[in-house]
């Protein structure tokens, strides 16, 4: 007999990979439960305007697809539960996984899709003055820093879409970049080189994030040259890139050497009965689109799993 806890597939993360997993398992007749932290969409929902998402011609906002995630979940009948995964444990019983959380759950699979959190830079002063300047998030926290000066670092689509948001609110807008040659996709650097506002520094990295109770200015060193600047800036955007959010499944699948999960074509890791989807996968582009590929294709082979398992 099944409980309320038990489930033939638990989705952990309600970003898009695992909403689309959500989404197919439970239209395969599956009993779906999708647990995630935080707001549904994951790190998409911190995402300003996605203009790269077919379907949406004139872009869609994070926060608005997250939303719109969570009700086509909803509507397809998987269970929502909004919780964080501590721990996950064989339980002995035949191809059973259990979630420690703050509820006991139990499932025949699961498919991992807790995605990616922003990478930090780690020089001194940026850990001490998070939530005082500095963020990982414009759109979270673009609105304290209007008619301000802010800098935002990376040389990616994250760090190039952030500085065009942030130049609508802010008075200055640094783009502080490491080479002089972009990750960002063109039309994003097009706009951003012709945004009075956002004034380009490349070839530079920074070494201290400056300020007592709030961020005050940064610490800039030219690569070239070697020269170090102080650069008086009120807020500090830090978007280098991301890391994958393993930690809890390190000692129970493969993972490459930066901490991404191994999988096959089919989404299924080195454990039989854990799967992976979007970008916590080794190899994973880091779009919505090919997230919710993976979240599709770990859908069927669990079911094709579940199948086989004939319980
Ligand atoms: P990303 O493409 O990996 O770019 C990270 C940037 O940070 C790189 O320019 C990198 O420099 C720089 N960086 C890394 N570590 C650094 C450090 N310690 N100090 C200084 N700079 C450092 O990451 P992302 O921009 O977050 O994008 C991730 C994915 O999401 C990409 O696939 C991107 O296309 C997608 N995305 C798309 C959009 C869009 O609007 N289409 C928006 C956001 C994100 P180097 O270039 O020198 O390595």
């Given amino acids: 007999m099944t409980t309320t806890n038990e489930f033939d597939v638990l989705i952990i993360g309600g970003g898009p990979a695992g909403a689309t997993a959500s989404i197919y398992a439970a239209r395969n007749g599956l009993r779906v439960g999708v647990v995630y932290d935080g707001v549904f969409g994951g790190i998409v929902s911190s995402a300003s305007l996605i203009e790269n998402y077919p ?21 397809v009948g998987a269970v929502l539960i909004n919780e964080r995964v501590e721990s996950i444990e064989e339980n002995g019983r035949n191809g059973m996984f259990t979630l420690h959380g703050l509820d006991m759950l139990y499932a025949k699979a699961i498919i991992l899709s807790m995605g990616v959190n922003y990478k930090h830079l780690n020089v001194p002063g940026e850990s001490q003055l998070i939530g005082r300047g ?21 040389g ?25 040659a ?36 940064i610490v800039l060193k030219n690569l070239e040259s070697g020269k170090e600047t102080t650069l008086p800036v009120d807020g500090v ?49 880091g779009q919505i689109v090919t997230a919710a590929a993976d979240g599709a294709i770990a859908a ?12």
């Fill in 55 to 75: 379907g949406f011609p004139d872009g869609v906002e994070g926060l608005e697809l997250g939303e719109r995630l969570r009700r086509h979940v909803e509507n």
């Fill in 134 to 154: 500095v963020s990982y998030c414009a759109t979270c926290d673009g609105a304290f820093f209007r008619n301000r000066t802010v800098a935002v670092i990376g």
């Fill in 156 to 180: 990616g689509s994250s760090a190039f879409s952030s500085a065009e948001y942030l130049a609508n609110i802010a008075s200055k807008v640094y783009l502080i970049h490491r080479r002089n």
């Fill in 182 to 217: 972009f990750r960002a996709e063109k039309v994003l650097v097009d706009r951003v080189s012709q945004n009075g506002k956002i004034q380009l520094i490349l070839n530079s990295v920074v070494s201290e994030v400056l300020g007592e109770k709030k961020v005050e200015g």
């Fill in 237 to 285: 955007f830090v978007q280098v890139g991301h890391v994958p959010n393993t930690q809890m499944v390190k000692d129970l699948v493969d993972l490459d050497e930066n901490g991404y999960i191994k999988t096959d074509e089919e989404m299924k890791t080195s454990k039989k009965g854990l799967f992976a989807a979007g970008d916590i996968r080794h190899g994973a582009l």
């Fill in 300 to 311: 069927q082979s669990v079911f094709e799993y579940i199948n086989e398992l004939g319980t």
